[in-house]
């Protein structure tokens, strides 16, 4: 993959190696020979890409590159809008919903110079861990054919681990960019709510949803971040990050790092190796003068806290959804469907519930980050697993606190004391610590 990625391909294309156009035209190639198995991609635009690179080329003969991302191939989560082709959300009954305007975060990547090659596979509405998608295919992980690449980005994840390229753009609800980063060995931001603007994005959740990007390295993950993170006056979530704010971080003493770690017996339903290589992590973090604090988030409890995300993502799915429901049944799954029926007739008081839980866990999550850098846990409590077998209930257990209580989460891989499928490690922050965080998640990736 390491050919793939955003800063190599600058390199090559501002040293003359290579052009935008033999970039895109290459990425293309990597799509017809891969994608038949793969099934990463929902939609593709070659004529656009294509005429994107030749502009791009110009600009860069000429002198005025538009930065570090012009003429760099990125791909788009199947539910966030780009002009002129459906925005599906993986939902069969949007199969003709023809974008007319582009998502804000899309037009940013085009002022960057960055070509959109197309849509990505994802788990029908955003809502599941697998993207097993009974219409567009069942996407494969690349490092492991035949098991799931996540979800519910798990187009964005494959398409990046694949090396077709080596940035996309997921959503984020309850982990549906750091599941699929951690079960493809990539690494994904769960911005700060509000962060990167979600305008343009057909949401499963209007309280939950995010939109982050998934990159191959750390390096390239910060150059998204930097061209994503801008305030639009239009999305009425998006919100302007602190005066200073960079993402950019200087150099850190690893003795004045204080990472949280929560209490043992969250992992205790850990997979064996998940549970092996965070210990043996903390232990090298420690070694180095690390300083680790142990935590205790009261009102957290995973499983109910996931729950709690489960039915405020049915009941808001419910209530956007409801009326294509009405129209065009077969137009989606029956399990979605079901989810989406249950969300537009659950009691009034399990669904104030469920919010009052994520409020809860909000106070309480940020009640114990302050003087802390981050929150140090696994991603997910396993690794990427069979399409054939049952998706675990817990996938989404530690992931679901940052979309909660709306606080940036970063998965970045480790490698597996058995050396099998990587291992995730997930740090929560502060509000607006996103640079941070994938600052500190390079230093502890080399220890």
């Known amino acids: ?65 538009l930065g570090p991302l012009d003429g760099i191939p990125v791909a788009i989560k199947g539910n966030i809008a780009r002009f002129g082709i459906a925005t599906t959300a993986g939902i069969r009954a949007f199969s003709n919903r023809i974008a007319t305007e582009d998502a804000f975060v899309v037009k940013l990547l085009q002022s960057a110079g960055a070509i959109i090659l197309g849509t990505l596979n994802m788990h029908e509405g955003a809502l599941g861990g697998t993207t097993d998608n009974p219409f567009w295919g069942q996407c494969q992980n690349p490092l492991a054919p035949g098991f799931t690449p996540g979800g519910s980005s798990g187009g964005s994840a494959a398409a990046v681990a694949a090396g077709i390229v080596p940035i996309t753009l997921g959503s984020d609800t309850m982990g549906s960019v750091r599941i699929p980063a951690a079960y493809c060995g990539l690494w994904g931001l769960k911005p700060t709510a509000g962060l990167i603007s979600n305008g343009g994005l057909s949401h499963l959740s209007w309280t939950l949803d995010t939109i982050g990007p998934i990159a191959t390295n750390s390096t390239d993950l910060t150059l998204a971040l930097s061209i994503l993170a801008k305030y639009d006056p239009d999305c009425m979530d998006s919100c302007r ?68 995300g489960l039915l405020v993502s ?21 399990s979605f469907r079901d989810m989406i029926s249950y969300g537009r007739t659950a009691p009034g008081s399990k669904v104030a519930a469920a919010y009052r839980c994520l409020s809860e866990v909000r106070s309480g999550v940020c009640r114990e980050l302050q ?69 500190l998640g390079e230093i502890l990736s080399s220890i």
């Not at 190796?273 to 009261?298: M, R, W």
């Not at 049915?314 to 029956?334: R, Y």
């Not at 597996?416 to 600052?439: E, R, Y």
């Open 1 to 65: 993959m390491s050919e793939t990625t955003a800063i190599n391909l600058c390199d090559a294309l501002c040293s003359g190696q290579t052009t935008a156009l033999a970039v895109i035209n290459a990425a293309f190639d990597e799509i017809t020979r891969k994608d038949p198995q793969l099934k990463a991609f929902i939609e593709t635009t070659p004529e656009t890409a294509r005429a994107d690179a030749i502009a791009s080329d110009a600009r860069r003969l000429a002198g005025n590159s």
């Open 241 to 308: 990050a602190p005066d200073g704010w960079t993402t950019h971080q200087p150099s850190t003493d690893l003795g004045d790092i204080v990472l949280g770690v929560p209490n043992d017996t969250l992992l205790a339903d850990c997979e064996p190796e998940v549970k092996a290589a965070f210990n043996h992590l903390l232990s090298a973090i420690q070694a180095v003068g690390i300083q680790t604090l142990s935590v205790d988030i009261l009102e957290w409890q995973p499983t109910q806290l996931r729950r709690a």
């Open 314 to 334: 049915e009941a808001e799915a419910g209530h956007l959804l409801g009326a294509t429901l009405d129209k065009d049944a077969d137009g989606f799954s029956d």
């Open 371 to 439: 003087g802390l850098d981050a929150i140090i846990l696994p991603t997910t409590p396993q690794r990427a697993f069979s399409h054939a077998s049952p998706a675990p209930a817990s996938q989404a257990d530690f992931t679901a606190l940052a979309n909660a209580a709306g606080l940036p989460a970063l998965a970045f891989p480790i490698p597996a004391l058995d050396h099998g499928l990587p291992i995730s490690i997930q740090l929560v922050g502060n509000a607006f610590s996103d640079g941070k965080l994938i600052a």
